[in-house]
T-cell receptor, first 111, second 118 residues
């Protein structure tokens, strides 16, 4: 990807379990965002965390940001089959308005 | 949230023809819009930054003569894939940032255009 790696590349879990996805990036950032994409469709914005924030919650989602390690994690609690999708982190740099995407994690939640 | 409309949602064209994709911000003005390309099972790759009233800025490796970008108004940017070939088949997505908003706010994405060149 243009920005960094996501880990794992693919994740398969049972419904009800938690899913954790990690993202690393290369450059200084202003913010980091997480998106979901269902197969072949557009992006759904999940959450934005600013560079001066360390943790953010939204419903079943919890995002952490560690700027010293240039990494972020997305935790989905009590996963559902409908959470099956690809998840991307995307960074907003300090040098401009571009949003650069990580490689993505494909999550499969088995009912 | 703000709405970005992309048109068409899918298009099939013959090899050698040109295809135009539109990206519109429906309820806000966007000085800057972005074009991405996504191949199957891959991430979104930024192709270019579209600036209203000036030339687009292309990412390294993206041919500006092949992917023509025009951002003639504060609500519309177009991407034209010229002389399309099968390898240009991909999912193209635009995003727009509301003019005047600080950098630590989200950009809004269109729903994408699936281009198939036969």
């Amino acid at each position: 990807s243009q920005q960094g790696e996501e880990d794992p590349q693919a994740l398969s879990i049972q419904e009800g379990e938690n899913a954790t996805m990690n993202c690393s990036y290369k450059t200084s950032i202003n913010n980091l965002q997480w998106y979901r994409q269902n197969s072949g469709r557009g992006l759904v914005h999940l959450i934005l965390i600013r560079s001066n924030e360390r943790e953010k919650h939204s419903g079943r989602l919890r995002v952490t940001l560690d700027t010293s390690k240039k990494s972020s994690s997305l935790l989905i609690t009590a996963s559902r089959a409908a959470d099956t999708a690809s998840y991307f982190c995307a960074t907003g740099g300090t040098g401009g308005f571009k949003t650069i995407f990580g490689a993505g994690t494909r999550l499969f939640v088995k009912a | 949230g703000a709405v970005v409309s992309q048109h068409p949602s899918w298009v099939i064209c013959k090899s050698g023809t040109s295809v135009k994709i539109e990206c519109r911000s429906l309820d806000f003005q966007a000085t800057t819009m972005f074009w991405y390309r996504q191949f199957p099972k891959q991430s979104l790759m930024l192709m270019a930054t579209s600036n209203e009233g000036s030339k687009a800025t292309y990412e390294q490796g993206v041919e500006k003569d092949k992917f023509l970008i025009n951002h003639a108004s504060l609500t519309l940017s177009t991407l034209t894939v010229t002389s399309a070939h099968p390898e240009d088949s991909s999912f193209y997505i635009c995003s727009a940032r509301e003019s005047g908003t600080p950098m630590n706010t989200e950009a809004f994405f269109g729903q994408g255009t699936r281009l198939t060149v036969v």
